[in-house]
Each structure stands twice: as C-alpha cells, then as structure tokens.
C-alpha cells in the first residue's frame, strides 16, 4: 500500500511557504508573483496525487465508473507538468533575461513546445487511451505514450540547466546552486517512485526543493529594506550587476539626502527612519504612478534609487522636478523648523557608464560636486562638457593609481622674474597628468583626490625627486637658476619624517638646501600646527626656505604666518587679477609693505600683462611669476627658455 503521509507533509509545508510569501511586502513583484504560481501548482499536483491515491486506497473496490479517477489523474498529469515550464518563467524573472527571451523565437518554441505535446498527448489519451487508462477492474495501466510525458519533463530539465549555466553570472553561487538542484533532485524523486512505488515521495522532495529555493533565492531580508518598505542594497547591487552584465538598458535615477547625516542626530533614528519612509512614499507618488515599472530601492544613508526601462525621457525629467521639489526646503519637525538638502542624478545604464563599479563610485560621489539642490541629468541632450567632468571625477582615483603605477607625471617649471636683478633667478615646479582619455588633468583636481585616497605622499615623493634631480642638472650646466619653488601638500606638511625625505633627496643630488623652496598653502600651514612648526622649524635650521602660497585666498592670520619661518610670500591670481580694484589695490599695497617690512620677499602669481606687470612693480613686489613671461614648460623647453633669456 502507498505511504500518503508524504503527500500530506508536502501540503502543509507548502501552505506555510505560500502564507509567508503572500504576506511579504513585495508579493506583487513578478518573480515573487511566479514563484506564487509555482507554489499554487505544486500544491494543486500534491492533491491531485494524495486525492486519486486516497480514492484508490478508498474506494477501489465499490467503484464502477472510472470517470472521476480520470478527472484526478488529468489533473494530476496537466498540472504536474506545469511545474517545470512554470519554474523557467519565474527563472527568466529572477534572472532577469525577458528581453533576451522576447528577441529569441528559438527559445520561445524551447520554452513552449514541450508543454505543448504533453497537451496534445493528454487530449489525445482521452480518445486514445495510449498514455494511461482504468482496465476493467479500474486499475492504473500506463500506455506506450506515457513515457512521452517523461520526454518533455527531461526537455525541460535539459533547458532549465543550460538556461542557468548559460546565465550562471548574474547569480550569487548560492543561489545558483539551489536553483540546479531543483533539476536533479526532482529526477531522483521520479526514480525513487519508479522502483519504490510505494514510497509517494515525489511532490515531497519537489516541496523541499521550493523550500530551500525560498530560503536561500528569494531570501526576503536581503531583497526588502525592512524599515522602509523599498528594495534593498542588496537588491540594488544584484539587480545592477544583473543590468550590466546582459547590457539592458536602464534608467536610472539617484537622490541623495545631503544632510542625512545631521538630520540623523538631531530627530534620532526612528524619528529619521519615518522621514526616509516618508520620502519613498513621494517617490513613489513621483515616480510609480507614472510608469509602474520603476523599481524603487534604498541604498541606505539616505540615498534612493529608482529604476526603470522605459524611454520616455519627459518620463523623468518630470519625475525628477516633481519629486526634487518634494525633497528639497524646510519643513516642521516638532518645534524645530529643519532643513532638507538633496541633490538628484538621472542617468542611463550601460550607456553612461562602463561597469557597474564606475556607476557605483558616481551614486556614492555625484553629489559632493554639486551645490545644495543640485541635479545632473545625463539624458540625451546633456551638456558634453559637464558629462565629461563628472567623469573624469568619478575615475580619477583609477587614473591616479595607473599614473602611479606607469610613471605618467611629468614636472613642468615656470620662470620666475626678479624684479631687482633683472633676470629669470628661479621657476615653480608645477606637476603634470595626461590621460589619454582625458588629456590634460588640473592638477587642482587631481591633487584634491590624491589627498583624498592617500596617494599623494607617493605623488609628492615623486615632485621632491624629480626637482631634486633637475636642480642638480641646471646647476650643472650652469643655468642662472638659483632655486626652484616646490609645492608641498597639505598631507605632507604633516608627514612626521618630512625632513628626513627632504634631506635624503638634498644628499642623493648633491644639492645645497638654498636651492629647492617649498610652498606652503595657508591652510596646510594652520592644520596639526605642532606638527607643520616642528617640520618646517627643523628644515630650516637645515638650511630650507619656504613660501607662503596663495596669499589672499584664505583667512589670513597674520601672527600665525609671522611666528613661522616664511622667507617669501606669493600673492594668489584672484587678487592680482583685480589689482585695478582700488579696495583691492589699498589692500595689496598695505600687505605688501607690512610683509616687506619684515623681511619678506613677495612674488605675484598670475600676471598675465604689461599693465599688471607694472602696478606689481610700483607696489614694490620683488618677484613676478605668470604668462606674460611665460607657462609653465616642460623641461627640456625650460631649459631653452632660460638659455635664450640670459644670453639676451
Ligand atoms: P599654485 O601653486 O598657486 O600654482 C600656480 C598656478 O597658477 C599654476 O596652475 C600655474 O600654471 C598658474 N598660473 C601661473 N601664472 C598664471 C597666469 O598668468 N595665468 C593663469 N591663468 N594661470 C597662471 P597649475 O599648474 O594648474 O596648478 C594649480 C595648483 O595645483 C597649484 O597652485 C598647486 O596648488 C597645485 N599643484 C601644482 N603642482 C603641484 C605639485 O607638484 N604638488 C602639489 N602638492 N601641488 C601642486
Ligand atoms: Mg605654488
Ligand atoms: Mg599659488
């Protein structure tokens, strides 16, 4: 007799697994939706088997019409086979490959035609009876088409796995995994029936199979962010690789909550967490109620991304303008009036961006480039220029590190005039990066980055080298240059073995420390100040002058820049350009005189004219640096350059 208690254990673990996924809150996504459908036709199959088997058992031997077994068993066969036609669907939707699907009619007719003949065979048995019939004593017999039935299946086995090993990168390997064994462990169960008859194990084992499907596939703590409600990170980072690795083209829009880390201490994280809850609900009204096929996620810190397929780019500029208005402005948090800050970025996948890491590093930067409220949008029309510097930003840390690894700096050197002796006495070291995507890169922008990540001690290293070297060379050959400026970073005024480095490149070439000079921004000289007075005390005991750069940009304090050992002090292109002004003249005149008095030298930066070049002169400025001498050059153009100036 068979055991039914399989069966029956297949049933109640199946109405448990369909209760947890109806009750999920992203019941309606379609891969959710067909996994509903699997579930539904496996338990429909576990009854249609427990049902005529129980009727066998039962009512055997009262019977005498066979017409309701023929119901149970038809059942059983239609909904039996479609489980696996079924299960490639909801795999197509977790793999998410329907475009792939809809432009392959090869794989439609693989898809379709199994499912087909069993129809066909089972319509025909009801003339026929050459797939199973009911004997005279009712009893089962299988007709010579039944294994027809098994063809199709072993199709669908044959397709589902090479479907999954076809697509085997767009899942994690433990997804994977179970996914496969839903294939042999079905077969396993198919043969354990077919020599064990006895043992009705096989909607049982189909149950476990789903059971760990569920468990380890379509794990809802990864795919729901459980406060918000929205798709996760999680979710985000397997859909996006999904998206690039088929080349599906998406749209994409990305809203940061600027100031989320403030409004996080000041409301508390409930209190925090119910406003981002809030502000998915308005992108939601924003967005879904327009185009319900945009996926909404929360990637966390307040930053939301919604996703979508559809071409209409009015589609989101409207989105974006709707729903920036909503998140943008002040609003009412008990008695406290608050501020939201937010900026937005529309952009298209793969277009846009090459992989999925550089449009990972853009969400996670877009926004520091922006002003309060600002928005990128990289849609069709979008200024070149502006798409361009947003990613030059975005792979600059790559950049930085191929240039380090290549050896793709170079030192350029810009004459500087003394206004005394008449002559070119020295020059400013000015480094150099050229991409060949991007040709020349600001060293204003790299250099920032290269603070950032921490590579430009490796950077500096290389300038202090690199003009050390040159230095030795011009002395050398006798070039009139007396020393060269060499700009020091923030990070590396504060290094603790700064005059270590100095002193070993001064020895390596054999340079007196009067020849090099290093430049000091203000802000480099009043962060860690124990720290920069301790350097810049000890190298010049050894011999070492420094310049005070960009004078006029920041905050001056004047005691702090009295108290530390400047020799110079170079006055910023934004000041020099507005010598003209007479607020600025009276200003420039007065700092120059004040500094002089106590024995200063002062260079101006940035002059670019005749007119300039003689009001610096009038206000007593010492040395002039800027184009209307010349750029800065390269090295061996440098060199020319000097050459030609001194034998004139
Ligand atoms: P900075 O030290 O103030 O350098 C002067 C900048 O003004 C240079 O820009 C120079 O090319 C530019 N300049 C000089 N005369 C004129 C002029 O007449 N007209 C105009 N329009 N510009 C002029 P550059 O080379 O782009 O460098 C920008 C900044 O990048 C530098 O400002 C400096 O802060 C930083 N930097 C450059 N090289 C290095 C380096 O080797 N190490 C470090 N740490 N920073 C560097
Ligand atoms: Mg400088
Ligand atoms: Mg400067």
């Given at each position: 007799m068979k055991i039914l208690y399989f069966d029956l254990s297949a049933i109640l673990v199946l109405i448990v697994m369909i209760a947890l996924l109806f009750q999920r809150?992203?019941?309606?996504?379609l891969t959710n939706k067909l996994l509903m459908m699997v579930y539904l036709n496996v338990l429909a199959t576990t009854i249609f088997d427990l049902w005529s088997e129980a009727y066998n058992i039962w009512f055997l031997a009262t019977e005498t019409d066979s017409t309701f077994r023929y119901f149970l068993y038809y059942g059983y066969f239609f909904s039996r086979n479609l489980t696996p036609p079924l299960f490639q669907l909801y795999l197509c939707s977790l793999t998410d490959t329907w475009h792939i699907l809809k432009k392959k009619k090869w794989m439609q007719l693989l898809f379709i035609a199994p499912y087909a003949m069993v129809c066909l065979l089972l319509c025909s048995n009801i003339f026929f009876h050459e797939v199973f019939y009911f004997d005279a004593d009712l009893i089962y017999i299988r007709g010579p088409l039944f294994y027809g039935l098994h063809l199709c299946a072993f199709m669908y086995f044959l397709s589902g796995i090479t479907f999954l090993i076809r697509f085997r990168?767009?899942?994690?390997a433990d997804k994977l995994t179970a996914l496969i064994c839903f294939y042999p462990w079905n077969l396993i169960a198919i043969l354990i029936q077919a020599f064990?008859?006895?043992?009705?194990?096989e909607m049982f084992l189909n149950t476990m199979s789903l059971l760990l499907i569920s468990n380890i596939v379509q794990r809802p703590e990864e795919v729901i962010n459980?406060?918000?409600g929205i798709r996760s990170h999680i979710a985000y980072t397997a859909d996006m690789k999904k998206s690039f690795y088929l080349k599906k083209p998406v749209h994409i829009l990305i809203a940061k909550i600027v100031n989320y880390e403030s409004l996080l201490t000041i409301l508390g994280n409930d209190a925090c967490n119910g406003m981002m809850k809030h502000v998915s609900d308005q992108m939601k009204d924003a967005l879904i109620r327009k185009n319900n096929t945009a996926e909404l996620y929360y990637l966390e810190n307040g930053m939301f991304a919604a996703v979508s397929?559809?071409?209409?780019m009015q589609y989101y500029r409207d989105a974006s303008s709707t729903f920036a208005n909503a998140i943008y402005g002040s609003f009412q948090y008990g008695k406290l009036e608050l501020e939201m800050d937010s900026c937005l970025s529309v952009f298209r996948c793969p277009q846009d961006f090459d992989n999925y890491d550089s449009m990972m590093s853009f969400i996670h930067s877009f926004y520091s480039y922006l002003p309060s409220g600002g928005n990128v949008t990289f849609l069709e029309d979008e200024n070149d220029n502006r798409k361009f510097s947003f990613h030059l930003r975005n792979e600059i840390d790559r950049i930085l590190s191929t240039a380090i690894a290549e050896k793709k700096f170079e030192m350029y050197y810009q004459p500087i005039y003394s206004v005394t002796e008449n002559r070119f006495k020295s020059a400013e070291a000015l480094i150099r990066l050229k991409d060949e995507k991007y040709g020349f890169i600001s060293p204003q922008l790299f250099i920032a980055a290269a603070e950032k990540n921490g590579t430009i001690l490796q950077i500096g290293e290389y300038v202090l080298d690199e003009v050390c070297r040159f230095m030795a060379e011009c002395s050398k050959n006798r070039l009139p240059i007396e020393y060269i400026e060499l700009n020091l970073s923030m990070k590396q005024c504060v290094q603790m073995d700064l005059k270590d480095k100095v002193l070993y490149y001064l020895d390596k070439y054999d340079l007196k420390p009067e020849q090099i000079n290093l430049e000091i921004t203000e802000t480099a000289a009043n962060t860690s100040q124990d720290v920069v007075d301790h350097n810049m005390s000890s190298l010049s005991d050894h011999g070492v002058s420094f310049s005070l750069d960009d004078f006029g940009t920041g905050y001056s304090n004047i005691s702090r820049i009295i108290s530390l050992p400047f020799h110079i002090v170079k006055i910023d292109k934004s000041m020099t350009d507005k010598v003209f002004d007479p607020k600025i003249n009276a200003v420039l005149k007065y700092n120059i005189q004040l500094l002089k008095e106590i024995g200063m030298e002062i260079v101006v930066e940035g002059v670019e004219t005749e007119d300039v070049l003689n009001a610096c002169k009038d206000m007593g400025c010492d040395y002039i640096q800027g184009?209307?001498?010349?750029?800065?050059?390269p090295q061996q153009q440098f060199v020319q350059f000097i050459t030609a100036h001194c034998a004139s």
């Open positions: 809150k992203d019941r309606s996504n990168k767009v899942l994690a064990v008859p006895e043992f009705l194990v459980p406060i918000i397929e559809s071409e209409d184009y209307y001498f010349s750029k800065p050059l």
